[in-house]
């Protein structure tokens, strides 16, 4: 795990638990290892809106519909960041493996609204090999996301 993470966690006194795995680069194989939905499963995508960085927090199986993400962030240049722009934000984790807590590396948060409605879930602390679970309210606390509805279900591809 991150240690930002972990020392963060633990000096706030929250309840997680960390799950090791083989090791997994998408949020959709960490889900089919730990045997659970990606519903609950959060995955982080940054995205560059202009200059700025922002980091939106969804369900493992949705992607981000930038059309959506326009709107709600009010500017017409957003666009998928990729990891090789961002890894240097993020030094005590693996790349692409980074924790939902863009508080900690001062990154305004965005949070899908599917996700939120969850008591638990699951993500990725840092690490390809672990992910963390803890309950929605505390990370809710912790990091004060802006909740929004930014996702979009993903469609398989046309054979």
């Known amino acids: 795990m991150s240690p930002t993470l972990k ?3 633990d000096q706030n006194h ?6 090791t795995h083989p090791e997994a680069y998408t949020s959709q194989e960490v889900a089919a290892m730990l045997h659970k939905t990606g519903k609950r499963l959060a ?12 980091m939106c927090v969804l369900p493992a199986h949705e992607l981000v519909d930038i059309g959506r993400l326009e709107m709600i962030l009010g500017s017409r240049e957003v666009r998928l960041a990729t990891e ?3 890894k240097a934000l993020f030094p005590d984790c693996d790349v692409g493996a980074m924790p939902p807590f863009g ?3 001062n990154i305004p948060v965005y949070l899908d609204e599917r996700l939120a409605q969850y008591d638990q879930f699951y993500f990725e602390g ?3 090999t672990e992910t963390v679970t803890m309950s929605m309210a505390d990370y809710r606390r912790l990091v004060s996301p ?3 509805l930014f996702g979009r279900f993903s469609r398989p591809k046309a054979a």
């Open 84 to 86: 090789e722009e961002f």
């Open 146 to 148: 802006k909740i929004a």
């Open 14 to 19: 929250i309840s997680y638990q960390i799950l």
């Open 103 to 105: 508080n900690l590396y």
């Open 7 to 9: 020392n963060y966690l």
């Open 43 to 54: 995955k982080v995508v940054m995205v560059k809106a202009g200059d700025q960085w922002v």
């Open 126 to 128: 840092g690490s390809h």
